[in-house]
């Protein structure tokens, strides 16, 4: 974390603050067909978001199952990016665009529509998608 701390403060952003986890974790399969089985794994997380001002921040992640493939430099200097354009946003007329989202933003949409279709949500009428069987529920 004191790497990616000092990283994100060499990019100008006022402060920055994340997590990082580490863990090894073994999984247990047993079945009534007498199937057992097991695998061990090792995963490392960091969560980083950086300020450059009160409402302008960026957040990244990266997570990977070893070391070999954790990019502490690239997420940092991601999350520093997106905090730094965001200083100066630019108004646009209102209308109909094009989007392309991040993974972190459609990753959150994804989750909300997963959520939606569940079918305790459906069935509780938690859902926005309740009583809605074979009836369209988004544009074409």
């Known amino acids: 974390m004191e790497k990616a701390i000092n990283l994100a403060l060499s990019h100008k952003v006022k402060r920055s603050a994340g997590v990082f986890e580490s863990s090894v974790d073994t999984v247990y399969l047993t079945t009534s067909n007498g199937v057992e089985a097991h695998d ?11 300020f450059a001002e ?16 954790f990019d502490i430099d ?23 665009y094009d989007i392309l989202f991040e993974h972190l933003p459609f990753a959150n949409i994804l989750a909300s529509v997963g959520e939606a279709a569940s ?7 938690l859902s926005c998608l309740a009583n809605r069987l074979n009836k369209g529920v988004a544009s074409n």
């Open 74 to 96: 690239a997420t940092v200097n991601k999350a520093a990016t997106i905090a730094t354009n965001a200083l100066n946003p630019k108004h646009i007329i209102s209308g109909k």
């Open 119 to 125: 079918i305790f949500s459906v069935e509780a009428g």
């Open 54 to 69: 009160k409402d302008a921040s960026g957040h990244m992640v990266c997570v990977s199952r070893n070391l070999q493939h």
């Open 40 to 50: 061990k794994a090792t995963r490392v997380y960091l969560s980083i978001r950086c």
